[in-house]
């Protein structure tokens, strides 16, 4: 591969990556670094991408107690999609303020870990769209995307 080549969706499959443990954020953050770079998306919005990748990994796990995030080239872009089966977001505008959620506990043998609460929100500010659907003992699913020369309109 060679640098500075720009991939179509055509050369990059899909990856969906399963996120079942505290350590998964960190892969997927990784292999959404390596996408973002294959589809000549710019170093400011290669980082921008990764970072919200791995904030929607890490809410899966937190939040939904796993579940699984997709990567995939669109046109002109790229999209995240985290997919869980926890207990929904009651209230999302409340749930989007920084500093509201701050981790949450899976179960007694599992301890809380503490964060700055401010996840979904800086998902809001680093990609150009974000579509948030949500349903009590449902699940959650976050569909991100960031397009290759900024915020379509």
């Given amino acids: ?28 953050s990784s292999l959404a670094k390596d996408f973002a770079i294959r589809l000549g998306f710019p170093h400011v919005a290669v980082a921008q991408v990764a970072l919200a990748a791995g904030e929607l990994a890490s809410n ?5 107690g796993g579940g699984r995030v997709e990567l995939r080239a669109i046109e002109n872009g790229l999209e995240v999609r985290a997919i869980d089966s926890g207990p929904g977001i ?7 303020q920084d500093g509201v959620s701050r981790g949450r506990r899976h179960s007694p043998e599992t301890p809380i870990r503490d964060s700055l609460g401010v996840g ?3 998902v809001r500010r680093l990609m150009d769209e974000v579509e948030v659907t949500s349903a009590p003992s449902v699940g959650t699913t976050v569909i991100a995307r960031k397009r290759l020369h900024g915020r379509a309109g």
Avoid: F, I, N, Q
């Avoid at 899966?60 to 939904?64: D, M, V, Y």
């Avoid at 009651?90 to 989007?96: K, N, W």
């Fill in 1 to 28: 591969m060679g640098k500075g080549r720009c991939y179509s969706g055509a050369d990059l499959e899909t990856l969906s990556v399963p996120v079942a443990s505290d350590t998964d954020p960190l892969v997927v």
């Fill in 60 to 64: 899966c796990w937190r939040h939904g």
């Fill in 90 to 96: 009651p209230d999302l505008a409340h749930a989007e």
């Fill in 120 to 122: 979904l929100g800086s």
